[in-house]
């Protein structure tokens, strides 16, 4: 069974930077057979696709709200994604998950991942 471990969260001034982790083990398979997908949910909200990345790691997509400020990358020899945060904004404040799916395409639907993350606090406030 896979098990995802988010890390990286915290409180960050506007504009500032943070990289989240996500550390998988525990599956037969290594993360470069699933498609991963990182989400974010803040309070009162649904939860939201931030980005994703296929199984072969040559596709990657962002929500629009994101796009140029965030990348999602992965690290085959540690096992791990990562979500590295530019520009950060106060409507970036929310808890972030990493999920994972043995699929070849990524998506920005929860219900397409059967694997998650506990999540990881992420707050831009000065």
């Known amino acids: 069974q896979l098990q995802l471990v988010e890390s990286g969260g915290g409180l960050v001034q506007p504009g500032g930077s943070l990289r989240l982790s996500c550390a998988a083990s525990?599956?037969?398979?290594?993360?470069?057979?699933?498609?991963i997908g990182w989400f974010r949910q803040a309070p009162g909200n649904q939860r939201e696709g931030v980005s994703c990345?296929?199984?072969?790691?040559?596709?990657?997509n962002y929500a629009d709200s994101v796009k140029g400020r965030f990348t999602i990358s992965r690290d085959n020899a540690k096992n791990t994604v990562y979500l590295q945060m530019n520009s950060l904004k106060p409507e970036d404040t929310a808890v972030y998950y990493c999920?994972?799916?043995?699929?070849?395409?990524?998506?920005?639907?929860?219900?397409?991942?059967?694997?998650w993350g506990q999540g990881t606090q992420v707050t831009v406030s000065s």
């Open positions: 999920a994972a799916d043995l699929a070849r395409y990524c998506s920005d639907f929860a219900g397409d991942y059967d694997y």
């Open positions: 990345m296929t199984r072969s790691g040559r596709s990657t």
């Open positions: 525990g599956s037969e398979f290594t993360l470069d057979y699933y498609a």
